[in-house]
């Protein structure tokens, strides 16, 4: 059973528009969520983070937004970019930083 | 570059073989984790070390799996008899503290024939 679910396998955006990449957790006792951005034959990257006692963060053009009644979070990008092609993960802990568990990805495709 | 690295990028070998990874994490990190990620998922956790102690296990690294941190400093993960179904891409990250980014190395890709 998948606790970290990332239900759209890919997403395709044009350059400049906003992209809302979205994940949804199970368990109830996650309290601290991660997104990681990752190119071909390189590891993760982190990009931004949350924990449970925030609704939102912002970095730069990444915004987080954690809905911890629906289990859901989600990333924006604005104004998305051609170099923010990559597969996006999403990963959440229940031990404030210890042993994540990882959604599967979604693959932004930003169009020139 | 004082990223994560870890040798080799690439192995290839046949079933039943042992193969060892090695990741050098950053610095001055003390934590060091092992994640496995295989086509279309996610990494899966598989260990963590905290210094040269390793904390906790996931269910996923079967007794043919063993994972080292002698000094603190790199890390080993070996395979034993190797299945077709080890094939995968499997991660190392390190971090600073456990509320720390987690910073990952460019994986080491396995393939069982």
């Known amino acids: 059973d998948q606790q970290v679910k990332q239900n759209s396998p890919s997403l395709s955006v044009q350059e400049g528009r906003i992209s809302i990449l979205n994940c949804d957790y199970t368990n109830s006792m996650f309290d601290y969520f991660l997104w990681y951005k990752k190119y071909p034959a390189e590891g993760p990257t982190f990009l931004i983070s949350i924990s449970s006692i925030k609704d939102k963060n912002e970095d730069g053009r990444f915004t987080v937004f954690l809905n911890k009644s629906a289990k859901h979070l989600s990333l924006h990008i604005v104004p998305s970019q051609p170099g923010d092609s990559a597969v996006y993960f999403c990963?959440?802990?229940?031990?404030?930083?210890?042993?994540?568990?990882f959604g599967p990805g979604t693959r932004l495709s930003v169009l020139p | 570059d004082t990223g994560v690295s870890q040798n080799p990028r690439h192995k290839i070998t046949k079933r039943g073989q042992n193969v060892t990874f090695r990741c050098d994490p950053i610095?001055?990190?003390?934590?060091l984790y092992w994640y496995r990620q295989t086509l279309g998922q996610g990494p899966e956790f598989l260990t963590y070390f905290q210094n040269e102690a390793q904390l906790e296990k996931s269910r996923l690294l079967s007794d043919r799996f063993s994972a080292e941190r002698p000094k603190g400093s790199f890390s080993t993960l070996e395979i034993q008899r190797t299945e077709q179904g080890d094939s995968a891409m499997y991660l190392c990250a390190s971090s600073s503290g456990h509320t720390d980014t987690q910073y990952f190395g460019p994986g080491t890709r396995l393939t069982v024939l």
């Open positions: 610095s001055e990190h003390n934590r």
């Open positions: 990963a959440a802990s229940n031990n404030y930083g210890q042993n994540f568990v």
